[in-house]
């Protein structure tokens, strides 16, 4: 079973514009769903794939995994309490959120009927977007904050970590909720008030 989630995540790298045309979704998401750590793994960094390619749109693919997985993603005790294989992959996913707000400009004429997709006017950023963004943030405190007895392997804790902080590199200052201001003299700041140093 390993073995073949395995290949079937090697088929979404190598090959991830033949997914939509074929019954590897399913398989993709039979794997999310499974009982067995590893096999989740690979259904996550299945979709990692195809959402890297942009087979698949991320907010899409948030939505529907929100509905399949057997933990709230929206809890950050559940996810901080899943298998370090399962955590890995789903932050590796979970970095992929940017590639929304480059890729789907020209999809604006496109409705939806589910609220948590659309964007926040006010920020311009997706539902989806920012809780995949609070996810990893939560997940990089609890790192920090943790003892290094709270994961079962200091190998699996410093990968986890690892791709915690890639995930969080691929997104925007304005989808890591920094506001950067211009300055009068054309240089910029993050936005907050900073004192003059003697």
């Not at 948590?116 to 904050?145: H, M, P, T, W, Y």
Request: hydrophobic share 35%; glycine share 8%.
């Amino acid at each position: 079973v390993v073995a073949a989630a395995a290949t079937i995540c090697d088929v979404c790298r190598d090959h991830p514009d033949t997914v939509g045309s074929t019954d590897l979704i399913g398989l993709v998401q039979k794997n999310v769903t499974s009982v067995l750590p590893e096999v989740v793994y690979f259904g996550l960094l299945s979709l990692h794939h195809l959402c890297l390619a942009g087979s698949l749109d991320f907010d899409v693919m948030m939505t529907v995994l929100k509905k399949r997985l057997s933990f709230d993603l929206g809890n950050v005790d559940d996810v901080w309490g899943l298998d370090d294989i399962v955590l890995e992959g789903l932050v590796m996913l979970l970095g992929n959120g940017e590639m929304v707000e480059g890729g789907n400009d020209d999809d604006d004429d496109e409705s939806s009927d589910d609220d948590e997709d659309e964007a926040d006017e006010d920020e311009g950023v997706s539902k989806q977007v920012a809780l995949a963004v609070d996810i990893l943030f939560n997940v990089a405190r609890r790192l920090r904050e943790s003892s290094a007895s709270t994961r079962s392997n200091k190998h699996e804790r410093q990968r986890v970590e690892v791709a915690v902080y890639q995930s969080l590199s691929n997104y925007s200052l304005t989808n890591l909720g920094v506001e950067i201001v211009t300055n009068n003299d054309g240089s910029a700041s993050n936005g907050k008030e900073t004192k003059d140093c003697p």
